[in-house]
């Protein structure tokens, strides 16, 4: 009986991401006529910004289905109570659609880099009581989901998971804290999440 709801999921699971893969394609030609066949788009998650963190991202198409992503995230600011969030991370992705470049379900693999300066944050434990001083690394899988919006405007979901090396020092929570030691960590889970608002330059 396990087996059989093993296979039904499996199948179900395959029917939505490979069965709804490609757009009607009255929809496809739709875009193609007002858009012809996008080469390149700007984006900014809407995630990121609602953490003050000031976010671009260039996605230049290489085929009929692969794309390459180049996101920047950056916050260089310093909150009330000395909260910090400081980082700049980097993340490029290689991306393979299912249907066509920018239309539909795609997957992806990313690597990423930041440099990171972070503590006084109530929202984690670790954070609020130390501040982490330092940078990581990795890769990791992704997957999302591209709607058209119009010719020009699109939104776009995703979501992945990874490896990251993390390299820091610990200090007390209070700016210009002791330093409490350095140490590293590797991280195994979720590496990436966006909603984009995106915009078709060409």
Known sequence: ??????????????????????????????????????????KSNL??????????????????RHTLSLPVNYNPFEFANNSKRKHLLVQPEFRHWLCESFMGHFLGIHAHYAYYNVGNINLFRATKEHRYQGWLGGAGVSWG????????????????????YLDYDKYDSPKCGKLVKSDNRHYVGPTKVGLSLIYVIK
């Open 1 to 42: 009986m396990q087996h059989i709801r093993i296979q039904f999921i499996f199948i179900l699971v395959f029917t939505l991401v490979v069965g709804s893969s490609c757009l009607a394609q009255e929809a496809v030609n739709s875009y193609r006529l007002y858009n012809g066949s996008p080469r390149l788009l700007v």
């Open 47 to 64: 995630f990121y910004n609602a953490t003050a963190s000031i976010n671009l991202e260039l996605e230049f198409k290489l085929s009929r």
């Open 145 to 164: 989901y591209h709607w058209l919006l119009s010719p020009r405007w699109s939104l776009e979901f995703t979501v992945g998971l990874g490896y990251a």
